[in-house]
């Protein structure tokens, strides 16, 4: 009795060992006649999917096309050549059905894939806190060494961050410009924003925001 293996491209019936039979709907037709080529490559892959002696996946496949293959049913013939302990060697044949005139011949190499070792998967340790970084640098600077202070808006740009002055000062920043003070003192401190300019008021907050940090300090 013939048991068929369901896909919904292409569907496989088992004829006997190493025999299957499908059908090619006329959706795969070139058209200038024959099968797509792409088709022969899958059905050869998908027949091998279900041998039961067949062992991994497709590593490499030549085809060598003998004739057109036209649409409907096919006859699929298969061979093992040979079978180590992880490659083998497999011979498909595709035939229009009944006929004895192969149409399509392939010879695929089949390889089980190797089990991943656990060190593969070894967690990355977490980036660092930018801020975090930022205090740390500037708490290694000599007292005395800073003059002036700029601060400005900043955009992220492909995982970039780019100071690009055009809009405002980001709330961990104040939170590092306040540190930086509480280190150096009130420096004199520049707030820029050189594009996309917003409201008198937006600029004037910003700076007091700058003034009220460094009265803090003075």
Known sequence: MNSPTTDVAMPLTAA??????????PEWSNPGGGLWGGYAIGLAIRVLDAEPGSIGEA????????????????????RRIRQGGSIGVWEVEILPAGSRQVGLHAIVTMAKRPVTPPFAFAKMPDAPDPLATCRDFVDALPRGIVGEI???????????????????????????????LR??????????????????AVLLGEAEQA????????
């Open 150 to 180: 700029h601060l400005a808006g900043h955009s992220t740009q492909d995982g970039l961050v780019v100071d690009d002055h055009a809009s405002r000062v980001a709330p961990g920043l104040w939170s590092l410009y306040a540190h930086t």
């Open 59 to 78: 590593l490499s496949l030549t085809l060598t096309y003998a004739a057109a293959l036209p649409s409907g049913t096919l006859d699929v013939h298969t």
């Open 211 to 218: 003034s009220a940090l460094l009265r803090e300090q003075a």
């Open 16 to 25: 006997g060992p190493h025999r299957w039979t499908t059908h090619a709907g």
């Open 183 to 200: 280190r150096f003192g009130p420096v004199p401190t520049l707030v820029e924003w050189d594009t996309a300019l917003p409201p008198l």
